[in-house]
């Protein structure tokens, strides 16, 4: 029999962001894209899907070949323990980390805007740049896609203020459980 690193809690953690995310999304999708319920929920379900899936592929091909060890280190006994490890190097991290985040947020959003428009265009996605059986003209697709666009960052944003305190709530010492 072998033993596995399976990281539970962050598996749990991952999809429990994510329902919360997928919710908050299509609310602010029914908002302000005018979409109905049933459709916002499909947009924010499909963008979310692809941009996990894409970040965890990133994740796994970046952090082997590019990380130096000590940051690599780090990094994994935060994903699969929840936890930096106590070396010396944790007192560095810190930069690393707020940078990350920023790179994240903006790299995601980047993601979820462009497989929404690579979605519509596919037609896995109902678009609105198509009105009846004609394409909309550029100048109408320009706006559309800036509202969009917008729409998507204001949703990126609003989830990922609630990832952040769910995080800073699941870190808090009192509430641990480990």
């Known amino acids: 029999m072998f033993s596995i690193l399976f990281p539970l809690k962050t598996v749990l953690l991952q999809m429990l962001l994510l329902v919360a995310t997928i919710a908050i999304e299509a609310g602010v999708f029914q908002r302000r894209l005018a979409l109905p319920r049933r459709l916002s929920i499909v947009y924010a379900t499909a963008i979310n899907f692809m941009a996990v899936a894409i ?66 265009i596919a037609q896995f996605l109902p678009s609105r740049l198509v009105r009846g059986n004609t ?30 305190v769910v995080l800073i709530l699941v870190n808090l010492p009192i509430l641990r459980l480990s």
Do not use: D
């Not at 707020?98 to 995601?108: N, Y």
């Not at 109408?140 to 509202?147: A, M, N, T, Y």
């Open 55 to 120: 970040g965890w592929l990133v994740f796994f091909a970046i952090q082997p070949a590019f990380l130096p060890p000590g940051i690599k280190t780090q990094l994994i006994s935060y994903v699969c323990l929840g936890k930096l490890s106590n070396s010396s190097l944790s007192q560095g991290v810190e930069l690393w980390v707020i940078l990350l985040i920023f790179g994240i947020f903006f790299v995601t959003w980047q993601v979820k805007v462009q497989s929404l428009y690579a979605m519509q």
């Open 135 to 164: 394409v909309l003209q550029r100048r109408e697709r320009l706006i559309v896609i800036r509202e969009q666009s917008l729409a998507v960052l204001i949703a990126h944003g609003v989830s990922h203020c609630l990832v952040l």
